[in-house]
Nanobody, 119 residues
């Protein structure tokens, strides 16, 4: 089954930008939905979702600042984060939906990458 590895997190000043990457261990082309979540003080919230065909959904708090995209040829999902605020600080997780390829696999999470925005 496709496993996910996030990268690109780090420390950035408020107003800055970061680009997160989520690389799959295999093809993500058959996976309909890919998502980015963030966890703050034990609560995990949806940040952005991208569905096959390109439809995207964003949390109200990041609309206009974050952009999710996917490159199936590279098995990668990106989260471009601009105009970062201190409240964007958290651990960012990539999640893939369930999919079937011969056998069916449940949805899965990556291990996360820390984003810290200093004010």
């Amino acid at each position: 089954q496709v496993q996910l590895v996030e990268s690109g997190g780090g420390l950035v000043q408020a107003g800055g930008s970061l680009r997160l990457s989520c690389v799959g261990s295999g093809s993500i082309a058959k996976i309909k939905t890919m998502e980015w979540y963030r966890q703050v003080r034990g609560e995990r919230e949806l940040v952005a979702r991208i569905i096959s065909g390109g439809r995207t959904i964003y949390a109200d708090s990041v609309k206009g600042r974050f952009t999710i995209s996917r490159d199936n040829a590279q098995n990668t999902v990106f989260l471009q984060m601009n105009s970062l605020k201190s409240e964007d600080t958290g651990v960012y997780y990539c999640r893939r939906d369930s999919y079937c390829s011969g056998v069916c696999h449940a949805g899965a999470w990556g291990l996360g990458t820390q984003v810290t925005v200093s004010s």
